[in-house]
């Protein structure tokens, strides 16, 4: 069964870095699409980047582009996402998810077959 955690969430004054990082476990995740989503108080999930894990290609949502980079480690089957330049509005519960390999990369929650419990990110101003 596929088993994804997250950790590195935390707080961050504006201008700074995180590193979030979701170790995954119980699948063959060569076959899969990696994503990470966010999730604002009182907003919808949306989409933040993903990364087809048998070939390294990354897709990222226009607002996060330039500043966040998704990537993973094959020998530790973990995927990462390093954010740059936080800003207030990046302030969410970051949630990783896997989703089985398929032509176009997924960047709709309900193509995401499993998810892990999320992680807080909270940027200050």
């Known amino acids: 069964q596929v088993q994804l955690v997250e950790s590195g969430g935390g707080l961050v004054q504006a201008g700074g870095s995180l590193r979030l990082s979701c170790a995954a476990s119980g699948g063959t995740f060569s076959r899969y699409y990696m994503g990470w989503f966010r999730q604002a108080l009182g907003k919808e999930r949306e989409f933040v980047a993903a990364?087809?894990?048998?070939?390294?290609?990354?897709y990222y949502a226009d607002s996060v582009k330039g500043r966040f980079t998704i990537s993973r480690d094959n020998a530790k089957n973990t995927v990462y996402l390093q954010m740059n330049s936080l800003k207030p509005e990046d302030t969410a519960v970051y949630s990783c998810?896997?989703?089985?390999?398929?032509?176009?990369?997924?960047?709709?929650?309900?193509?995401?077959?499993?998810w892990g419990q999320g992680t807080q990110v909270t940027v200050s101003s």
């Open positions: 990364i087809r894990w048998s070939t390294g290609n990354t």
């Open positions: 998810a896997a989703a089985r390999q398929q032509l176009v990369v997924p960047t709709r929650a309900t193509e995401y077959g499993y």
